[in-house]
């Protein structure tokens, strides 16, 4: 019930494309949903956060759209850049407990 | 976004010595941090929760006496690798919660033990 299963476990997009990236949960409590970029050999960037009262937000070329009743979440990035090839992992905590749960991330590469 | 700082950024030790790695809140303060080991091409393991002031919540299996957590003030925890192995070699990354619940990383820090 503390999974949070996160889908494709790699990617590979065309430049220009868009890339989506899928994750489910279970635990109902669930209230904050962030995602994080990862490149190699650094730390983990907060990239863009949601919360339940919204289905969709927006920064830039980023988007996630959540699905309450479905228990998922995803992001997408559109106009894909080279530049965006990371690890990308999505997350869920509850209010009230400092516990954030990670997917187990998506690697995406985007071709030049 | 807020600023976690991680020092060092790289280490490289002798099998039996002690290494001291530093997270540092560089713009608010942080009562709660986590220390998490990430092995090659893997997901984020949460290694301990800091929680200034108290002792370190560590998660099951991970050695209390060897990996020793201290957060003695809002702004600094740190995590020292006791009798190093090289089993003990991977990428350890610090995060510290906001008090809007925000979870922000340190850029990591690269062990590797001879």
């Known amino acids: 019930q503390q999974q949070v299963k996160q889908s494709p476990q790699s990617l590979i997009v065309q430049k220009g494309g868009i890339s989506i990236i899928n994750c489910a949960y279970e635990n109902t409590a669930f209230d904050y949903f962030p995602w994080y970029q990862q490149f190699p050999g650094k730390g983990p960037a907060l990239l863009i956060a949601i919360r339940p009262d919204v289905s969709e937000k927006k920064e830039g070329r980023f988007t996630i759209s959540f699905n309450k009743s479905a228990k998922q979440f995803s992001l997408h990035i559109m106009d894909s850049q080279p530049g965006d090839s990371a690890t990308y992992f999505c997350?869920?905590?509850?209010?009230?407990?400092?516990?954030?749960?990670f997917g187990t991330g998506t690697r995406l590469k985007v071709l030049a | 976004g807020a600023v976690v700082s991680q020092h060092p950024s790289w280490v490289i030790c002798k099998s039996g010595t002690s290494v001291k790695i530093e997270c540092r809140s560089l713009d608010f303060q942080a009562t709660t941090m986590f220390w998490y080991r990430q092995f090659p091409k893997q997901s984020l393991m949460l290694m301990a929760t800091s929680n200034e002031g108290s002792k370190a919540t560590y998660e099951q299996g991970v050695e209390k006496d060897k990996f020793l957590i201290n957060h003695a003030s809002l702004t600094l925890s740190t995590l020292t690798v006791t009798s190093a192995h090289p089993e003990d070699s991977s990428f350890y990354i610090c995060?510290?919660?906001?008090?809007?619940?925000?979870?922000?990383f340190g850029e990591g820090s690269r062990l590797t033990v001879l």
């Open positions: 997350a869920a905590s509850a209010s009230g407990t400092y516990k954030y749960i």
């Open positions: 995060s510290a919660l906001t008090g809007a619940g925000e979870l922000f």
